[in-house]
């Protein structure tokens, strides 16, 4: 994190502060009594005098978008703002942030209305800075409030928002630009104890520097810096691919008039007036004709279409055809993330056959686990693979390294020739109430495997692409009958045989070894 702003409100702390003589502030906020980030009086010091410093606040004209109990206007008057409107759409935190700021008289204006209207009947350069804490991600169109939000400020805009879920869980990168949708984000309601869930999205502080640009305003600085402790906890970017705690960050934009403002396509396109880029001589377009014409060489019908192998140029494109291909690819991942976490060993030893480019013991490790192995046939794949595992390149099961306390086998076993023994080799090397999870393609008919072509067909693949894998795959990808699998399974020693997902034509099971 970046060096946070000096304000001169340092020498405060130990003094006065806004909210020593009402402490109403925190102790009538019923978020006070929420488990995940309860609202406190040093969490609210110390957030405010980040987000908003006495000397970017004195004299200026404060809006406060999704203001609940007015808070930042209590901090914000008290260091000197010529004014403070807060706009909230629950009635009760409009009620009693009317009541709770009636001391600054008309300096304040406590609107009962949704941000998106209030925005759009408000007047250009009405305010100087605009502050949207904690509610950004609220909503499903971020570019919309932005745009909105930089039209009335005059000087800046304040984000204090989320990292996206794919960040938080370690499967983006920091430094994408992106905007993840969300089904279930959470807002606090007004009174009692809860939340509504709904639809919205989360956006990265890349992409939030883009949709500024788009609107004039730059970033001076990079993110604010908060001081950790127990109040701030949510602010603790370590924590980031390890936890499932909505991690937060905040940023500050500034109006930049030097600054050429950028784009976008839908901005240029009726004057043809943006960046162009030549079919025929531009070295980036080149390299893209170049490979979509070896792509659609090898993807042709009149192509033999071979044998499947997890060779090189499948390890490079493994992710993005399994997430593609396999239903409940990513939930079944998670289902064994959180199956060993049940388990209540803190350390135990796993081992996922068929490890291909590891996402599942990046998962695993991302969860805290560090006795991790993986048994891969394909040399390319493992190439690709996360390489803070143990790697092992064997067909067979590596018993000499066991006991395992878990052995997670999915997607797996249908392209082992003899998987019978395997399974009989993979119970020899478990330890004493084990936990096996097996998943796998079973036999199906003709109207479920169609079901299974439709799954492909609605997550982008072609029916060539269909065609060319149905037959690369015959003899290779052998299926067994549902029922087989709970026959070998007993047959080989295997208790408390148990469904734990199916989709389609794959079925996912959870066994014990005898304790």
Wanted: glycine content about 6%.
């Amino acid at each position: 994190m970046s060096v946070n702003l000096t304000t001169s409100t340092d020498h405060l702390f130990g003094g006065e502060l806004p909210f020593d003589k009402y402490p109403a502030f925190y102790e009538e906020d019923n978020r006070r009594n929420r488990g995940f980030n309860p609202t406190s009086k040093d969490f609210l010091e110390v957030k405010f005098k980040v987000l908003l410093p006495e000397q970017l606040v004195k004299d200026k004209r404060i809006l406060d978008l999704g203001s609940c109990y007015g808070a930042a206007g209590q901090w914000a008057l008290f260091y000197g703002a010529a004014s403070y409107t807060g706009v909230e759409v629950q009635e009760t935190y409009v009620e009693q942030s009317r009541s709770l700021l009636a001391h600054w008289g008309d300096k304040v204006n406590i609107v009962h209305q949704d941000v998106t209207s209030f925005l759009l009947d408000t007047p250009d350069d009405t305010y100087d800075l605009v502050l949207l804490a904690g509610m950004l991600y609220h909503f499903v169109d971020t570019k919309k409030i932005i745009d909105q939000s930089c039209r009335v400020s005059t000087d800046q805009v304040v984000i204090e928002t989320n990292y996206p879920p794919g960040m938080r869980s370690g499967k983006l990168p920091l430094d994408v630009a992106v905007t993840e949708y969300v089904t279930d984000q959470e807002v606090n309601l007004d009174k009692g104890n809860q939340s509504m869930l709904g639809i919205s999205a989360t956006t990265s502080m890349p992409a939030l520097d883009i949709l500024f640009r788009l609107n004039g305003f730059a970033k001076k600085e990079n993110k604010l810096s908060f001081p950790l402790g127990k109040n701030t906890v949510i602010y603790d970017e370590s924590a980031l691919g390890q936890s499932d705690l909505q991690i937060r960050f905040a940023v500050r934009y500034l109006r930049d008039t030097s600054q050429k403002p950028l784009t976008t396509l839908e901005s240029n396109l009726p004057t043809q007036s943006g960046q162009k880029r030549s079919w025929v001589d531009d070295p980036v377009a080149l390299a893209r004709t170049e490979q979509y014409q070896q792509q659609s060489k090898e993807l042709s019908s009149e192509a033999p279409a071979g044998e499947w192998k997890f060779d090189a140029q499948v390890a490079e494109v493994f992710d993005g055809i399994a997430r593609r291909e396999i239903p409940d690819y990513l939930r079944v991942i998670d289902l064994c993330v959180n199956i060993i976490a049940k388990g209540g060993q803190a350390q135990p030893k796993v081992i996922d056959v068929g490890s291909a480019t590891g996402e599942t013991l990046r998962q695993l490790h991302q969860a805290g686990y560090r006795d991790l192995y993986g048994v891969e046939a394909s040399q390319d794949m493992i190439a690709k693979s996360f390489d803070q595992a143990t790697l092992i390149h064997s067909e067979h099961f590596p018993e000499s390294e066991g006991p395992f306390d878990y052995v997670l086998n999915n997607w797996t076993l249908h392209f082992i020739k003899d998987p019978l023994s395997y399974l009989s080799a993979t119970m020899r090397a478990m330890a004493p109430g084990a936990t096996l999870v097996l998943t796998d393609k079973v036999s199906s008919s003709d109207d479920i495997h169609e079901l299974y072509y439709d799954y492909k067909r609605t997550n982008g693949v072609t029916e060539e692409e269909i065609q060319k894998k149905r037959a690369q795959i015959a003899g290779v990808l052998v299926t067994y009958p549902f029922t087989w699998y709970l026959n070998a399974l007993s047959s080989v020693g295997f208790e408390d045989i148990e469904i734990i997902n199916a989709n389609t034509s794959f079925v996912s099971f959870l066994a014990k070894k005898p304790a």
